[in-house]
């Protein structure tokens, strides 16, 4: 990412002290609000129909029929609507991105083969036209993932560090929720290009190819050598290599972006050589190998449902059905957007559509609404924050008048951390002015 010298200062600060057990508490007080009489959809407990919903000092304080409202508390009548925790983007780049087409509004990569202490936090832009939008459609948080650069004409490998973020805040700060959330990997193409018009021959594709699996291995042989190092006071600052050091302890998460069968292979292979737990980020081919990740325990952020086959010989459905196969080999796996970030950042409206599709193609509806609630926090660590609608949980979450995957419901009401959130967006600003215009 293109940061200038103080985000710098702050990215480097962010790498020293934030860890995957950092988890910003609620940053704005809000008074107790009673949801009254709603279906509440608690995903992990079942559908509770006419049930109150309590929220205090940013969290769920109760469940149940009849509650009383606390001195002071707002009651809010939901009767006939539905309650859902708020969906999760767990491979978004909002924020970082507004119009793809405008270069000086984008702001996904940083430079460079190496670059796992670039953290996306510091780049966030809260003011982005499209995090309201997202939350109109149910979309409270997102993990904002850093993007491959161009390295000599090549992909970066190391991208940086992804961060947690809740969708409303003044600044980068206050939209935080876990700022340090994986390093990412991109893993190389192994693909061997035989078009004559390519100015490389299969060889130096090979040796290319070599190369740089190779540095992913040196890399790491190189932060834990730097490890060992530092412990015995004998060594200078490597930013770099200290921003792999949570991962070698386990405290932060490894995050491999890998879409071909023979790409997620490599990267299983990898992983058990070098004993390290890794989330696989893409996913394309994933389904092809589903056994093999289930018995590595291998989670899947799955880019997108809205994708056309990857191969002329494939199915027409083999993005739409690729949940339900991951689902049935017992794969723990969420739906995310696009095709591994290659999607308009203002397309994360359409995340419950991307989960609504694959029920369709054999996924049953409460896994549809898993793979963009629970499962999703499962992966990137904040089950115990978000996910579902639990005593003690983050009171992140939405009221809708339908089901919340259909394109038909709208979202009414939505709550971060217990405060009510502003639906107003771009859009429906705009719908309100050329209403008036065509005097209706």
């Not at 359409?350 to 193609?361: C, D, R, S, V």
């Not at 054999?362 to 896994?367: F, T």
């Amino acid at each position: 990412m293109k940061i200038r010298s103080a985000l710098l200062l702050a990215a480097l600060a962010l790498g020293h002290a934030a860890t995957a057990s950092t988890i910003i508490p609620a940053q704005r007080p809000a008074a107790p609000v009673l949801l009254r009489g709603g279906t509440v959809h608690t995903v992990s407990g079942g559908v509770l129909p006419q049930t109150d919903l309590l929220m205090v000092d940013g969290r769920i304080a109760a469940l149940g029929a009849g509650l009383t409202a606390p001195a002071g508390a707002e009651v809010v009548d939901v009767a006939g609507r539905h309650v859902y925790p708020g969906f999760i983007s767990a491979n978004s780049q909002l924020g970082l991105a507004e119009v793809l087409s405008v270069r000086a509004t984008v702001d996904t990569a940083e430079l460079g083969a190496v670059n796992p202490n670039a953290h996306t936090l510091v780049a966030v832009n809260p003011d982005s036209e499209l995090i309201p939008v997202a939350r109109l459609n149910g979309v409270l948080t997102a993990n904002i993932t850093p993007l491959a650069a161009s390295d000599a004409g090549r992909p970066a490998i190391f991208a940086g560090t992804s961060a947690t973020v809740r969708l409303d805040g003044w600044t980068w700060e206050d939209m935080a929720l876990r700022p340090a959330t994986a390093v990412h990997i991109y893993w190389p193409s192994l693909d061997i290009s035989r078009n004559p018009r390519n100015p490389r021959s299969p060889d130096e594709q090979r040796r290319d190819i070599a190369e740089r699996v190779k540095l992913i291995r040196d890399t790491f042989a190189a932060a834990r050598a730097y490890a060992g190092a530092k412990s015995a006071g004998r060594t200078d600052t490597d930013l770099r290599l200290e921003a792999l050091l949570p991962v070698l302890r386990g405290e932060r998460k490894l995050f491999v972006h890998a879409n071909a069968l023979n790409q997620i292979n490599a990267a299983l292979d990898w992983a058990r050589e070098e004993k390290l737990p890794i989330t696989l980020v893409g996913g394309r081919d994933a389904w092809r190998v589903a056994d093999r990740l289930r018995e590595a325990g291998v989670g899947v952020i799955l880019a997108g449902t809205f994708n056309l086959p990857p191969r002329r010989d494939d199915a027409y459905d083999t993005a739409y059905a690729a949940p339900a196969k991951l689902h049935a080999a017992g794969v723990k796996f969420c739906v995310a957007m696009g095709t591994d970030g290659a999607s308009e950042p203002g397309n994360e409206r359409n995340l419950p559509y991307e989960a609504a599709l694959a029920i369709g193609y054999g996924l049953p509806a409460d896994e549809a609404l898993k793979a963009v609630t629970l499962y999703p926090a499962q992966l990137l660590g904040l089950e115990a924050e978000l996910g579902s609608l639990e005593v003690g949980k983050r009171a992140t979450l939405i009221v809708t008048d339908g089901d919340a995957l259909e394109v038909t419901s709208n979202v009414q009401q939505a709550y971060i951390d217990g405060a009510r959130l502003d639906l107003r967006s771009r859009q429906t600003d705009l719908h309100e002015k050329y209403k008036r215009r065509l005097g209706q």
